[in-house]
């Protein structure tokens, strides 16, 4: 299963609403996971199962879609947010996770 | 503590081996399946291969197949990964990653170790 995200980068400012897709070559059903990774930093789940936030990550992350298309969707980013977004699917192997969205500042 | 911590990464030439380790602590090993998951300097995440809980199922990224091989000793909460003929694209950090499942997958990444650095280059 090939995973691609779109887009690549993209420049936002603090607050504002920022929505990264990510989309399957086949069905992954909704076995689909959200990884944030800081420079020089292990990645860290935010979302697993397509919706559900882990413990501890902010409420403005949230995670929609089933199938093939999901969405990541920060509502009112913060300047802790700033970081590289990889989709990842545990449905079939290969486990494969998405190429990344960097986001960083505008 | 909840801690993977990984060894074993060093600078070998084209052709080589090398077998990476990975000890766990703080929570029972022989219950969850295990990841390696590396990462390309300036580059994203790519899994490598998964082992579940028992040792009874292992799967692997084309990338690797029949180079690497994932294995895992449950009497030293210990994970590994045999890597031969490697080539200057394996280069990277390669992560120990714990699973919330037993299998490996319909499930997460849930704990990560700090990595540990290889580098294939003549």
């Known amino acids: 299963i090939q995973m691609t995200q779109s887009p690549s980068s993209l420049s936002a400012s603090v607050g504002d609403r920022v929505t990264i897709s990510c989309r399957a070559s086949?069905?992954?059903?909704?076995?689909l996971n959200w990884y944030q990774q800081k420079p020089g930093r292990v990645p860290k789940v935010l979302i697993f199962?397509?919706?559900t936030l882990q413990n501890g990550v902010p409420p403005r992350f949230s995670g929609s879609g089933s199938g093939t298309d999901f969405t990541l969707t920060i509502s009112g980013l913060q300047p802790e947010d700033f970081a590289t977004y990889y989709c990842?699917?545990?449905?079939?192997?290969?486990?494969?996770f998405g190429p990344g969205t960097k986001v960083d500042v505008k | 503590e909840v801690q993977l911590v990984e060894s074993g990464g060093a600078v070998v030439q084209p052709g080589g081996s090398l077998r990476l380790s990975c000890v766990a602590s703080?929570?029972?090993?022989?219950?969850?399946?295990m990841h390696w998951v590396r990462q390309a300097p300036g580059e994203g995440l790519e899994w490598v291969s998964l082992?579940?809980?028992?040792?009874?199922?292992?799967y692997s990224a084309d990338s690797v197949k029949g180079r690497f091989t994932i294995s895992r000793d449950n009497s030293k909460n210990s994970l590994y990964l045999q890597m031969n003929s490697l080539r200057p694209e394996d280069t990277g950090l390669y992560y120990c990653?714990?699973?919330?499942?037993?299998?490996?997958?319909?499930?997460?990444?849930?704990?990560w170790g700090k990595g540990t650095t290889v580098t294939v280059s003549s």
């Open positions: 082992i579940s809980w028992d040792g009874g199922s292992t």
């Open positions: 990842h699917q545990s449905y079939s192997s290969p486990f494969s």
């Open positions: 199962g397509a919706s």
């Open positions: 086949r069905s992954v059903t909704t076995n």
């Open positions: 703080g929570f029972k090993f022989e219950n969850y399946g």
């Open positions: 990653v714990k699973d919330l499942d037993s299998r490996g997958y319909y499930s997460y990444m849930d704990v």
